[in-house]
């Protein structure tokens, strides 16, 4: 809570230092009657202080302000791009730990073989291409130049409980392919790299020399005593990566031109559409106190240890 | 209180190359691809340094460069007869050139940005370490704060803020850096910090600051240098990115990344020159980057097990 009302504070005068949105806003040739009436309507004449405590009033309302642009309630126009969003990250960190886990499970068994190695290097080279030159060189080579997918846009979407989802169509499917691809890329070889730590730090353990001792199947020591183990830390960082994706699709969102929050960030920011932001960096904000207490949560639960802890006296 | 007498340097032992440490610079030269990188980032640091020297085109200079070149394709020939390898943008610029000076200011940005974070993250790192309690505490609460949040978020944030400009995103990038510093030197330092000799320098009555500076730092610098490697790559991405999303570098000094998003609008149409090299080389120089720094930070585990 108390980092909630820090950031509110900080961005809100943040936002405000940028500059006049009337400027932007009102039509050049508006009179100056026009202008005030303008300026009032959005509540702009008040003081800096008293502007902020009005936000804070309506924020714990659920209300953070009407856009500027649009002429909606800002947390709204944001709610309804957020399915986007969330159906990308998704998406990404399904496809990074059903390709990543493995994978590193392989290189942390099998650390000295030559194809740890080349995924190993390819890892990095997963995290090192900047995003936005890998959507573009996706778009070039699927779009541009093989003619399979299109370049932009969220295609056909079904409606499931009111929320339009795109992966249930043909259509849709086309248009999510290349901008998961491009979120999931990095994340694939994030899990890959901790898998394979940790399998191999795992691997030197003492219960599993023990169970190898006792006669353990191999496949069943990796499934049972290792895997289970790794996964404690690879689920935190799922975690942490939801929120980080969020923020990431940013860049994704504006090369492929996804309808998600994202994109409407970076729009609002040229034009300083100062509710928007605010109640974007609010939200975010939330999302990630909310995915931290869930983590925990989770991490409660996987590890019987922590439960321990909590009941010893 | 006395002043502390002056230690004879002659009694002090010089820095050895211990068999350890020998060791594990062959284990890094031994490294076939390992090599390769540090090649490409010498030969990336004196093109960016040098090569703008002898470009053949100043991107900046309008007189050298004609509209009527615009967007030719790798190989053809402009007006004045010079071959551009790479083609040319939208303004009718070489792309080599424009590649070279765009190198430039990304690794500008990079190197100053980290180096300005390392230097604050490595003082707050030591004050919370040397000090500890509230202080410790206060440092680390505003450390976790910041990076409670994805460091694009932040930066994208400031920028839309304090605007655009070489400078402004080195300040964005510091304040999401430093953080990271700040929480590695702090770990380094604490283990340090208990350490005889840094009791017997605070017997000795050596200021707090001679203390943090040098006993704590030379011991326990290591590991935030080994990580410093891998941010800049992070700073240079982080700069192309914002570049890319127009809030970074201005248009009048373009870095990699705002060359690439410049060719973003011809992609659609095939001219896919004026995105690909300029990100080409973008690539070459993270994933050097980050190569070396991976490799060193395995050298260094080794040596602790």
Redesign the interface.
Known sequence: MA?LL?VSLV?FL??F??GDPVELLINPEATQHEREMMVRALGLDRPVWMQYLTFLGNAMQGDLGISFVHGEPALQIIIERMPATFELVFFALLIASLVGIPLGLYVGLNSDASLSRAIM?GS??G???????KG??L??LL???LHWLP?SGRGETVDILGIPVSFLTWDGVRHLVMPVLNLAIPNTALMIRLTASGAAEARTQDYVKFARAKGVRPQRIVRRHILRNILIPVITVLGIEF??LI??S??TE??FAWPGMGKL??TS??RLDRPV?VSY?ML??FL?VLINLIVDLIYAALDPRVKLMDRAP | MTKPRPIDPTLVPPLVETPQRRFNLRRIKRRPNMKTALIALVVILAAGLLLPFAAPQNPYDLSTFSVMDNRLPPGERSLDGLTVWLGTDSQGRDMVSAILYGMRVSLLVGLAATSLALSIGVTVGLLAAMFGGRIDALLMRLVDFILGFPSILVALVLLAVIGRGVDKVIIAIVVVQWATYARIMRAAAMVERRKEYVEAAENLGYPSWRIMFRHLLPNSIGSVLVVATIYVAHAITLEATLSFLGVGVPVTQPSLGLLVASGFEFLMSGEYWISLFPGLALLVLIFSLNLVGDRLREALDSRRS
């Open positions: 980092v820090a961005v943040a936002v230092a940028v290097t990095i080279l995290y090192s291409i900047p995003n936005f030159w573009m060189m778009i070039l779009s541009v130049w370049t929120g980080a923020a990431f940013t860049i504006t090369v960030l970076i920011i040229y932001v960096v975010i904000t990630f």
